[in-house]
């Protein structure tokens, strides 16, 4: 019957899958379903016309571009087209723009736009430049068109269209800032009372709703406030960061930059210009030919915002460009919000908490990312992401920073994002800023917590971490010792180091673009993005599609997974098939189980996984053969294809097949596994290694080897990684293919062995790979977890079973005996203050039973215990309020306050969600409203107008909720602020005996205390 099965799997059956569904799908998130290789054509094809359209016939417009511009923006139409050319990477040698060059260089170009433009050419040719001769003298171009920039201004902090006249426009001045930056950011010399004047006047002149007019008296507009917030972003770079004490190396920078009255107001005033922009239509222009693309592309850059409001201005702009224009003003235009905005990201930012302490370096990010950009001539951008911002947000991004100097405190959901993350292939840094104990100590409790069926550590990086050596420092002496880096590796993704703890502080020397001083802390991050991140052409594209957005199929089976480490007693990493479980579940309907237990009878799978020699007993080899013997399978995979793993293994698998007298062959070329031929299979697009399989990958099929056993496979050893590459992760210095490609390898050998399974061969027309799959051998798992008093991997089992057989009368018991089991576990946990299985086994209790947590929900919830203080604490004698107390009721009172302060803030989280949702709603009604006036003929052209006018039943009693909730928030928000009050003045009594309870364990790490007993 199972050598039947196995034929049948391998014959060709047509490919109906539910992928086949979700291909006619729009992409995620895109209207019309415009891609990133769309996107790469207009480009291309943007490129090619201005090529084709620039002056080549002898004479004075020799290289020049034609345009409309006439005096006194002469020579700008070039100089526009110019910039976009070499921002989309057309180098600086090509003959188009060798005759710009010359062109340029000859022109006095008398308008502040056209200096503006020019000076952007020179300072990007200044840092891509190979000739030292032509180069020294684009630095002394660039010199002069920045010293008439900063002349031009007139001394209201105004721009005009020249140097003469007086009066001048926001849109000249911003053009005159943004080519004043782009000259700073090539190490031109920009006096910093320059950027002072920029400041007082862009923030003396924004209105009182937040937005920016054209000039004096005018209404702000949408392109001017884009503007406005461009340039006090600018300023926060230019000038605030230069004015903070110096950095002092790894210790950090003051605390008055960030908290200075300046940067708190500038701040504020782009904050307000945001919120202005989210209320309204940020591409609403009228003949600027693209003008507010550049704009919206340049905040992008200076903010790292991927929404203005609830828009994401890229996608946005993407679906209103057509990808191409007679006009070269405005092809430009377009050319260069494509070129910026397809950029990838390369690190996110996570924003947490209420206050600012995640943000104390608000520039570090900014000025690294266009330190990496200058230094491989690639640009790099960076973004800001919320901490409840939805996965697909967090993997725009393969490393996300958390930064602070507090504690850090996240919630269960948002710690179960950082895990989806982390799963996926993304890499966490922690920075303590200022190298604060508080935020080192919490980052390290939560990302330990936040693996505990991982059993993994913060363990000091050694000096030969590629961190330290990949392309910088090598054989440099110290440098691991004098950073104190620690990290998280996981042995589910072939030991990759995902989680990195900076306790030192290096992210000051970012901060203030200390790089030459501090090169090696610059370095240091070319190190990481090489060991963390793939080639610059397969980083994370903006307009990918999202796998949150597909449609899951329903549950049609399952595999059973025993996954064993390669070291005799170690636990195997199951979670290491979380994600690529979820989604192939999501596709095919076939759930997979995988468990670290000993190979059970029935088991569908046998799953070795490692890079170091392969160390099992006698007995575990037995115990394999008699299992494969039986139906099982067996997957020996060489993770991070280590030298050392993979001569063992195949030793071992050799010695395997003289046990079971199985052939060993190299796998068919014709085999499902390698065509996709099987339902719920995946054609791969090809098999071409990464740059490290090159030797090991060599052939026009990978180098899969089989045991055959009565002309049935049993076994394959495969001799590269598989599964951490399947779910995304990049692997430095492994041998491997593609996601993609291994991904379609991984899915084609679960849905060959799901058929085999199930041994029955599906309708040629089913869009599902299989039949339905009983639940028996799903009990005897859950059984065998039982009795090793496993009960949330039984609950998770039965409720998995549950979705195959709802109405199985076994299940009701399985449930009531889990139920039990798991309720005595929690209780036992929480009297014990192991607060982590409470979290855990809750969980698996609210999955399985809702209906026991709904009537008592007390049982799983995490409440923090009150420290114990030592009694000896009473003997310390304080003063409070003229009155004589003791610091063991001070502490005891502190602590009391601040466990009502974290429930406040708790409750302030749920109900600014709760608000969000009803303005959502709010802003549905009206967008249904106005589309219903639109239908009978009438328009309404402002949103605030419709809110005005619009006043039907459903829409007053959202309005009469949210002025509830919004009291309710402002109770909470006074109450958090009496509560903090309180705090301090407690903290200020006992504060002068701080060094009477440190012998108690009791420390003042910031403004709060830590017990430390």
Known sequence: MRALAGQRAGRRIPLLTLTVLLIAQPAYGQPGGRTDADVDQMVER?????????????????????????????????????????????????????????????????????????????????????????KARVRRLLQVDTDWLVNAMKTDGFYGYNLEGLGGDHSCSQFGVLGTWAAQSAQAEVPLEYWERVSRHWQGHQLPDGSWGYSVGHKGTPTMTTAGVNTLYITLAQLHARKEPPYVRLRG?????????????????????????????????????????????????????????????????????QGEARDNVHAAFQLLFLTYGRAPVLVNKLRYGPGDDWNFYYRDMHFLTEWLSEKQERIYKWQIVGADSPLQDLLDAPILLISGSDALKLNAQQCQRLLDYIDAGGTVIGHADGAGKRFTTSFRQTFERLMPERDLSFEPLHSDHPLFNAVYGRGKPGWAEQLGIEGISDPGAAGRTCVFLFPKDIAGAWHQNRHAQHADLFNLMVNLRVYCAPPYELLPKRLRPGSAELPAAPTLGYLTISMLSPLEGRKAPVRAWSRFAR???????????????????????????????????????????????????????????????????????????????????????????????????????????NRWGRTLLRGEQPPIEVLTMEDEIVAAFVPFDLLATASGHFLYETATYSKETSRALLVNLLAWRYQVAVGDEPSAYSPRPGTLRGIEQLLALAQSTYDRQDFATSGRIVQLASKLAENDARLAEWRQRIQRNLTDAIRQAREERRLDDVRRLGKTLADLVPEVTAEDPTLIQEAEPQPELPAELSRIKVTFYDQETTALVILQEWFKWRKQHDQALSDLEVLLVRERDLDDRAEELLRRHAADRSKRGKHERDPADRRKRYRGPEFEELARQRRELGARIDQIRGLLSTLEDKMRQLTEALQPHTEELTPYGITLEGDEWVCGQ
């Open 46 to 134: 943007l490129v090619g016309q201005l090529k084709a359209r620039q002056n080549t016939r002898l004479g004075p417009e020799y290289g020049s571009w034609e345009g409309h511009a006439r005096s006194p923006h002469e020579g700008g139409v070039t100089a526009l087209v110019t910039f976009a050319l070499l921002k989309a990477g057309v180098p600086w040698h090509d003959d188009v723009i060798k005759r710009a060059f010359d062109h340029l260089s000859e022109h006095p170009l008398p308008g502040t736009y056209s200096r503006s433009l020019r000076a952007a050419v020179w300072a990007h040719l200044s840092t891509h430049m190979g000739d030292p001769e032509i």
């Open 253 to 321: 920078v003051g605390s008055r930059g960030r908290t200075s009255p300046e940067v708190a107001a500038t701040i504020a005033a782009a904050n307000r210009g945001l919120g202005w922009l989210s209320e309204h239509d940020i591409f609403a222009e009228r003949g600027f030919k693209g003008y507010q693309l550049f704009g919206l592309e340049r905040l992008g850059v200076a903010s790292g915002l991927k929404y203005i409001g609830d828009v994401d201005w890229y996608r946005e702009g993407v679906h209103r460009i």
């Open 583 to 689: 989604r192939f579940a999501d596709e095919t309907g076939v759930e997979i189980v995988a468990l670290s237990l000993p190979p059970a009878e029935g088991v569908d799978l046998i799953h070795i996984s490692g890079s170091q020699a392969l160390q099992l007993s006698g007995d575990a080899w037995q115990a394999i053969s008699q299992r494969l013997r039986q139906g099982s399978f067996l997957l020996i995979e060489s993770a991070g294809s280590r030298s050392g793993f993979s001569e063992s293994a195949r030793e071992h698998f050799t010695k395997l097949a003289e046990t079971l007298g199985a052939e060993v062959s190299a796998l068919d070329a014709r085999h499902p596994i390698l065509t996709g031929r099987v339902p719920g299979g995946l054609a791969p697009e090809d098999f071409k290694p």
